[in-house]
């Protein structure tokens, strides 16, 4: 009883901070996506059943409908089949959940922010996830299509094609859990300890990012200047692939020049 003293001492004064790891579940929360054949976990919703309305007047309640892999959970050794006659979560001992631990500052990986205003919208990372998940056919056409600047050009109505088709060949599984765990995480505070020489891309006409994103990354990292291609969207390679080949091979030969005029040092 001493060290459950001395904790519930140390918590109300401050010395021992509880960090709680948990996070709110909405019908957004990033799920466990397996590859057919296998079954998938349902993703979190909420059935609301009553608020304080006439179907319960004093109440507010709902009906959870949810995976049991979803969100922060515990996995009990029965849950693999490693463990399969072994303790379920009702069972686990609660000694088993109290341990020493490394903390791991992933500060860096949190979802963006809601003052982040470049780039894709939350709503719109929500609705192409939903996309991919119900209709992939039509999103990888949709994609296919919206990486070149808008309306198409003639020109290139053959090669926005089959970049649709080479956006069919992929997974959809796998280019769901892609794009979810890409707009799940944040690398910001990462870009000022890049200190090699970078070259921002883009295309004046791209319908993913504008010109306030490459501004963003030129001033983040140390070492970077951006190129616009004037006439391309979100493709440079592939619209202006003759100019695009030329910067890149400028810029590699400038490495090579900065890097022999150093040795030679």
Do not use: K
């Amino acid at each position: 009883m001493a060290v459950l003293g001395e904790l519930a001492e140390a918590l109300r004064s401050g010395s021992v901070e509880v960090i709680d790891l948990t996070a709110p579940l909405v019908d957004t929360t990033p799920i466990l996506l397996l590859p057919e054949p296998f079954a998938n976990t349902s993703r979190f919703r909420l059935e609301q059943l009553s608020r304080y309305d006439e179907r319960g007047p004093g109440w507010y309640w709902n009906d959870i409908h949810t995976g049991e892999h979803t969100g922060t959970h515990l996995d009990a050794p029965v849950h693999w089949v490693t463990g399969r006659d072994g303790l379920d979560v009702s069972q686990a001992p609660l000694s088993t959940l109290v341990a020493p631990a490394v903390v791991i500052d992933m500060t860096a990986r949190v979802r963006n922010d809601a003052r982040w205003d470049l780039g894709l919208s939350p709503e719109a990372c929500a609705a192409r996830s939903l996309a991919i998940r119900d209709d992939y056919e039509s999103f990888a056409f949709s994609a296919g299509q919206a990486i070149f600047a808008q309306p198409v050009a003639d020109a290139q109505s053959g090669l926005a094609t089959w970049v649709s088709r080479e956006f069919a060949r992929n997974d959809p599984a796998a280019m769901a859990a892609v794009w979810e765990s890409l707009v799940a995480q944040d690398m910001r505070v990462l870009l000022g300890s890049i200190r090699h020489p970078t070259l921002i891309v883009h295309g004046a006409h791209s319908s993913l990012y504008g010109d306030g994103t490459a501004d963003h990354l030129v001033a983040a990292l140390p070492e970077a200047r951006a190129l616009r291609f004037e006439r391309s969207g979100h493709a440079p390679h592939l619209e202006e692939p003759d100019l695009f080949n030329a910067t890149l091979t400028d810029f590699a030969g400038r490495l090579s020049r900065a890097r022999a005029a150093q040795t030679t040092e």
